[in-house]
């Protein structure tokens, strides 16, 4: 693995991070969990052979408890809110939201209040009060609101922008959404975590990967078992549950 040179500038930068006596941060979310699937299943075996721990984002409102018995069988797995039921509002001519200024604010709100008590219901301490809205969307005046209905922190993609709430942003999508909708380029995927792993080193933030496991094609799979292992063979990273993470932002 450490002669691929695909991979080798990872090793060469997680040594730095060796020699520094620091460790590297990551974290994983993966969205769009409704139901038991042999993707969700593949997933969690992966993370779980790793000791990887990762945040569903869960839509609260076809879910279910057959989602519960599977994820008790699963300890490394948290889940967040992914919306309510991950439905477009918007018009055709628009980017797709759920949680946009489309709609009046309180039927938002509502919405969110709503999959927050059902997920918490199902899931108990499994459950983070983080939102993670649907296509990493929300319209930005409601933001101060989100702290009224119980919410801590929130979770979109890209460098986080300040809010009145923690904001623990993924940093690294997986998956080529705009030209081939599968996974992208490994080598493409290692430089972007190498890019945000330096930021890191300079005091920005944890890599913060991305994943959809329904739509994973082999190629995803197989970056993420690579990326697994090159991580696992170095004191100088660690995966970070959210939970930690949630505290550490309410700490600041």
Same mark, same amino acid.
């Given at each position: 693995?450490?002669?691929?040179?695909?991979?080798?500038?990872?090793?060469?930068?997680?040594?730095?991070?060796?020699?520094?006596?620091?460790?590297?941060?990551?974290?994983? !979310?993966?969205?769009?969990?409704? %139901?038991?699937?042999?993707? =969700?299943? #593949?997933?969690?075996? *992966?993370? +779980? @052979?790793? $000791? &990887?721990?990762?945040?569903?984002?869960?839509?609260?409102?076809?879910?279910?408890?057959?989602?519960?018995?599977?994820?008790?069988?699963?300890?490394?797995?948290?889940?967040?809110?992914?919306?309510?039921?991950?439905?477009?509002?918007?018009?055709?001519?628009?980017?797709?939201?759920?949680?946009?200024?489309?709609?009046? !604010?309180?039927?938002?709100?509502? %919405?969110?209040?709503?999959? =927050?008590? #059902?997920?918490?219901? *199902?899931? +108990? @301490?499994? $459950? &983070?009060?983080?939102?993670?809205?649907?296509?990493?969307?929300?319209?930005?005046?409601?933001?101060?609101?989100?702290?009224?209905?119980?919410?801590?922190?929130?979770?979109?993609?890209?460098?986080?922008?300040?809010?009145?709430?923690?904001?623990?942003?993924?940093?690294?999508?997986?998956?080529?959404?705009?030209?081939? !909708?599968?996974?992208?380029?490994?080598?493409?995927?290692?430089?972007?975590?190498?890019?945000?792993?330096?930021?890191?080193?300079?005091?920005?933030?944890?890599?913060?990967?991305?994943?959809?496991?329904?739509?994973?094609?082999?190629?995803?799979?197989?970056?993420?078992?690579?990326?697994?292992?090159?991580?696992?063979?170095?004191?100088?990273?660690?995966?970070?549950?959210?939970?930690?993470?949630?505290?550490?932002?309410?700490?600041?």
């Amino acid at each position: 693995m450490t002669s691929d040179p695909i991979w080798q500038p990872l090793v060469e930068e997680l040594a730095r991070w060796q020699r520094a006596d620091r460790k590297a941060e990551l974290w994983l !979310r993966d969205d769009d969990a409704v %139901d038991p699937t042999p993707a =969700l299943d #593949r997933l969690l075996d *992966l993370t +779980g @052979a790793f $000791a &990887v721990p990762v945040t569903l984002a869960v839509v609260p409102a076809p879910t279910d408890g057959k989602l519960v018995v599977l994820l008790d069988k699963a300890p490394h797995a948290m889940v967040a809110i992914h919306g309510w039921a991950h439905r477009n509002h918007a018009p055709e001519d628009q980017k797709k939201q759920e949680l946009g200024a489309h709609r009046p !604010r309180e039927a938002v709100l509502d %919405d969110l209040a709503r999959g =927050l008590s #059902r997920v918490t219901g *199902l899931h +108990g @301490a499994r $459950a &983070v009060p983080m939102l993670v809205p649907p296509w990493n969307r929300i319209d930005t005046g409601a933001l101060s609101d989100l702290g009224s209905i119980g919410f801590t922190a929130l979770s979109v993609f890209g460098p986080p922008k300040p809010a009145p709430l923690a904001v623990i942003n993924s940093n690294v999508d997986i998956m080529d959404w705009h030209a081939t !909708r599968a996974c992208h380029d490994h080598g493409l995927l290692v430089q972007a975590i190498i890019a945000q792993l330096q930021h890191a080193f300079d005091g920005g933030e944890p890599v913060g990967l991305l994943t959809h496991h329904l739509v994973h094609d082999e190629s995803a799979w197989l970056f993420l078992e690579r990326l697994f292992t090159v991580t696992a063979r170095t004191e100088a990273s660690a995966w970070l549950p959210i939970s930690t993470l949630i505290e550490r932002s309410a700490g600041k």
